[in-house]
């Protein structure tokens, strides 16, 4: 596949070698390093800079190609390029790879400077305010001071969000997407069921695998389908698959992989394996279900109390049960409250959580004018 | 716990001795056995029974206690009994464990005559439709010609649609309940994932783990938190676990069960591999994935043409997601093709598929008022 971008370059930055990086757990990490690629250009007045927060198993590769050769450009290829909604003709656009991921930064896979070996279970858990945090170091890095806007879906929202909420002067504006201020009962539900089915799997053998040979794939395959699931809707899969069976005419009466969902969810498990580590699934997922922008004080609008002058343009998905309309417009009344200016789209599409990375042309349109409204307002020159 | 039954007694039929029963697949298996149970007396004109279907999980044991000390009575006791919905005082109930599940009806955990041990995968697979052809034959035996109805929630209303569709002369009334007439691909999707999180178990043995004295729990449990999710509602969980976590005051930043509903899950999901079969799950799941009334003219109407003359009380729960309201709706609307007298009701619940386990007093106006009429009409005396 070809990408609008051509070929990117991808970046480390590491910081915390002296002074270790404190987290909100109270543990300490250091060195720690954010994999990042950066797309276009910041201009003179570094004011056209936008951060994309990647989703649970996003990495920092959003958009072009890393290879000549490569089947896929980045994940959000789509919106990110000349002309796209996030336009890198006029957008410095910066995506990087959260902490406890696999994809580079600080994680289980990384070494422990302490053994030499892979972390592991010996890597802190962390937060998304911990992940948002490290970023802030890389902006500084970038020596960007304010970003025009921070844009993510997901668990990507959850560190606009984050940003927005805790970081408030360093961003101005905020897309979140199909996502909440505060991780429900039922996402922390979905979450545990896939952690158990990779600790169900001996080989994870208490996260201690990388020397192994042995890889925890089938727990690991089993969580992603739950995910694969809990991504689509009900209406989505009856669009895209029905009861039609993948290769038969009849059913075949024994145990094997008939339907073609079967197979859809078969295929994407596996797949996963070969590019996502176990251990990071379990950190990614325990940093969503701490996610909860309410605490201490319980309100969500005395969390944003500091975002006020910051725009937000935020959006839910109709069939989105994953992250229901409701936890988006709780978010959009709690932001009304501290007078922030909002705008907010519950988009009508049948693709479940989905549908922000599929609905391409509703999306371009909409980010699009956002951001060109934003830009102009700001007096945003191009690089 | 009591129950107003009091004790009852486990019972057994066995046929296909002399000649074995044949399966909708083919194969055919030999002998047969249906544990079952009764509560209440059959009327001299043989015209008082109803029989109850139970779900994935039941068992024949619908109600009473089997010892004065049994910690729970059977799964629909708050139904079943004098003075219930179902009132043991007036009807005949019938309750029998399907085929393919481990509760003392033939199935993977039975012994298997030619070689002395428990089936396993040698098993064959079974339909809906078997599992109502099995039953039709207890009937039989039991001496009834005539249901005075059927009923039954989930897995039980997809049989109760079996019996409707297939053998519209034997039942007078049927009440399925949050059913489909049609198991969608998200559901195939779900059952799926739960029978790859048992593959996934080294100690499942494809099948083969009666004699290791070790069994595929693990996957099992995994299997059963993925349906424990699906039986609650977003709005269920967020009112019975909210964030609260179990026992900590605080986030431990470890990999350990700490939220509420991770121990409910958790708990349920151990708890389920001490009394049900990781193969039964297989051969349960898998019938219920096949369920499709529609085949082999596509049209739901045209399954149901024979049933014109039952009636139906057709009942789906708001919240639901498993089996959402339109699958009841298209239901009712085939029925009212063919000229079925039809009742429907869409209750508002927050309780999810289980809404129809726990919405004890809503169902048991609805049901006794329903059989009430039903017994009037019939003339159906006491016994």
Redo the contacts between chains.
Sequence with gaps: MTSSLGLVTPHTFTFGEAEPFVL??G?TLGPVTLAYETYGRLNAARSNAILILHALSGSAHAAGTHAADDAHPGWWDECIGPGKAFDTERYFVICSNVLGSCYGSSGPTAENPQTGRPYG?AF??VTVGDMVRAQERLLDHLGIERLLCAAGGSMGGMQVLEWAAHHPGRLRAAIPLATTA?????L???S??G???I????AWNNGDYYANGHKPD??L??AR??G??TY?S?AS??Q????RLQTREQ?G???Q?E????SY??YN?NNFTRRFDANSY?YVT?AM??F?LTQPTGSLAAALAGASAIKFLVVSFTSD?LY?SYHSKDLVRALHTVGADVTYLDIESTWGHDAFLLEVDTMTRLLGSFLDRLAQEEGVARP
Excluded at 182 to 186: A, D, G, K, N
Excluded at 199 to 202: E, F, L, N, V
Excluded at 240 to 243: A, D, H, S
């Design positions: 909100e757990s543990a279970l802190p858990v505060r991780h429900s009962p039922m922390i539900a979905l545990e069921v952690r158990q089915a600790y169900a799997d001996p089938a727990g395959a089993v389908m739950v694969h699931i689509l009900d899969m009856n895209k698959f029905g009861r059913y009466y024994e145990f992989t339907f073609a969902v079967e969810l078969k498990g379990l325990k279900d701490y909860d049960w229901p």
